[in-house]
C-alpha cells in the first residue's frame, strides 16, 4: 500500500490495478459510485460512503480516472449498514450496488444523483431543481424479496449465479435476497445440487397473478423448464397476458405506481387524444383510455413481442390503436400525427433522443409525461426539450430497484404555454 502523505510535492502518484491505497471518500456519483481523489486523479469508489475513510483497491486504470473497491472501512458514515448478503462486498456479486447503505439513505443518495445530473447534464439551475423538490419515495414491502424477474448467468461448471460488476465472471450463489421469495424457493441454485450444463443463462419469473416460471437460453435458444409461457400480471384494474420473457416492471408494486404517477401528472381529461410511446404491452395506453372517455390513444411499440401482447390485451379497447414501429420513424415518416393532446414517454435506458424530442414538440401536444430509468437520459432530453421552450414543471422519483443505484422518474414537461 502506498502512503500518499510522503509523497513529495509536484511527484505524481500513478497507481496500478491491484493496488492499495487510503482514501477520504466524497460525494456520490452515477453507476453505485462514491468520488475520491489521489494526487488530483479522480477515483470512483465503489462500497463506500461520503465522508468514510477507507483502504480502496484498484480495480480498473483509465486515462483521466481510476475506479476501485473500498475493501476496508477506517472511518465509517453513520449510514453504514452491514449489507444482508454474504456476496454484496467487492470481488463478489455486482448485482447490488447499495446494501452496505441504510435504505433511507439509498434514497437520499439516488437524490443526489438525480439532482446532480439535472444539473450537470439537464442545464436546471440549482434553484430549478429545488423548485422541483426532488425526492425518491419508496415503494410498498422492503428493501428485500421484490425482485419478480430474475435472469442467472452460467457458468462453465453448469452452475447458476450472478456477474461481478463490469464482469462477465460468473459468481455462483445459493441465494439472491432481492429476489421474490418464489423465485428464491426454485430448485435453480447450485446449492439445490442443480446444474445447467446446456445453458448459459436462466430466466425466471414471478408474476403478480402467481405465475413462476423457469427458462432456460442457450446461444439464444430458449427452452422452457416449468411454468407456463405466458403469464398473467395484474396493474391499473386489468388482467394482463404476456410472455414470460416479455417485459414487465420487476417490482411487484411498480406498474401501478408509475400509471398513478402519470395520471397525477397529466390529469387527462375526457375527449383528449393520447399517444402511449414504447408502450409495450400498453400499461399506460388503457389507463389514458379509462379517462379520455373514448378519444384516440395511439401506442407505438418496435418488439415484436410488445406489439402482440399489446394488441391481445387492449383488444376490448377500440379506440386504443397499436402502430408496430420505431418511435422516431413513426414520428419521421407521419405513421402517428399530430396534433396531440397527451403523451407518454417511456423510452429505453438510452432515452428518447434529440429525433423523437423535436417530434414530439413540433406534435403541440399540451403534456407530456417522460418515464424513465436513467437520469442522465433523462437529464440530457430535459435539456433538448428546454432549448425548444418546454420546461420540467414536475418530478416525482421511486425506489423501484432498493438496494441498487437503479432509479425511475415520472417527469411532466410543458411548453411555454402550459398551465404549471
Given amino acids: 500500500m502506498r502512503d500518499l502523505d510522503v509523497v513529495p ?30 494526487d488530483g486523479q479522480v477515483v470512483f469508489v465503489r462500497h463506500a460512503l461520503p465522508g468514510e475513510r477507507v483502504l480502496a483497491e484498484i480495480t480498473e486504470v483509465h486515462r483521466g480516472f481510476l475506479r476501485a473497491d473500498a475493501v476496508t472501512v477506517l472511518e465509517a458514515a453513520p449510514q453504514r449498514v452491514e449489507p444482508p448478503c454474504r456476496y454484496a462486498k467487492p470481488g463478489s456479486c455486482g448485482g447490488c450496488d447499495l446494501q452496505h447503505v441504510a435504505p433511507a439513505a439509498q434514497r437520499e443518495w439516488k437524490e443526489s444523483v438525480v439532482r446532480e445530473q439535472l444539473t450537470r447534464l439537464g442545464g436546471l439551475t440549482d434553484a430549478q431543481v429545488d423548485a422541483l423538490g426532488v425526492t425518491v419515495e419508496a415503494l410498498p414491502g422492503g428493501p428485500l424479496g421484490w425482485r419478480s424477474r430474475v435472469r442467472y448467468a452460467v457458468d462453465a461448471a453448469g452452475r447458476a449465479g450472478l456477474l461481478k460488476h463490469r464482469s462477465h465472471e460468473v459468481v455462483p450463489i445459493d441465494r439472491c435476497l432481492i429476489a421474490h421469495p418464489a423465485i428464491q424457493d426454485l430448485p435453480v441454485l447450485s446449492a439445490d445440487g442443480t446444474r445447467w450444463p446446456d445453458a448459459d443463462t436462466v430466466e425466471t419469473v414471478a408474476s403478480t397473478a402467481g405465475d413462476v416460471t423457469v427458462t432456460g437460453y442457450a446461444d439464444g435458444v430458449s427452452t422452457p423448464v416449468s411454468g407456463p409461457r405466458a403469464v398473467r400480471e395484474t ?16 417490482h411487484p408494486a411498480a406498474a401501478d405506481t408509475l400509471v398513478g404517477a402519470v395520471l397525477e401528472l397529466l390529469d387527462p381529461r375526457p375527449g383528449e387524444t393520447a399517444w402511449d410511446l414504447y408502450g409495450g404491452a400498453g400499461l399506460f395506453a388503457a389507463a389514458l383510455a379509462g379517462r379520455v372517455d373514448g378519444a384516440r390513444v395511439t401506442l407505438v411499440e418496435a418488439a415484436a413481442d410488445g406489439v402482440a401482447a399489446a394488441r391481445e390485451n387492449l383488444a376490448d379497447l377500440p379506440a386504443v390503436e397499436v402502430v408496430a414501429a420505431r418511435v422516431e420513424t413513426a414520428l419521421a415518416r407521419r405513421r402517428i400525427t399530430g396534433p396531440v393532446d397527451l403523451v407518454v414517454l417511456d423510452p429505453p435506458r438510452s432515452g428518447a433522443g434529440a429525433r423523437v424530442v423535436h417530434g414530439l414538440v413540433a406534435a403541440g401536444p399540451r403534456a407530456v409525461a417522460y418515464v424513465a430509468c436513467d437520469p442522465a ?15 420540467l414543471a414536475a418530478l416525482r422519483g421511486f425506489d423501484l430497484f432498493p438496494m441498487t443505484q437503479h432509479v425511475e422518474l415520472v417527469g411532466l414537461l410543458v411548453p411555454p404555454s402550459g398551465e404549471r
Fill in 235 to 250: 396493474a391499473a384494474g386489468r388482467d394482463w397476458t404476456l410472455p414470460a420473457s416479455g417485459f414487465w416492471q420487476v
Fill in 377 to 391: 437520459a433523462f437529464a440530457r432530453d430535459v435539456r433538448t426539450f428546454a432549448a425548444a421552450g418546454w420546461r
Fill in 9 to 38: 510535492e509536484g511527484d505524481r502518484v500513478e497507481l496500478t490495478e491491484a493496488e492499495r491505497v487510503e482514501l477520504t471518500v466524497g460525494a456520490v456519483a452515477p453507476g453505485g459510485h462514491c468520488v475520491a481523489r489521489v
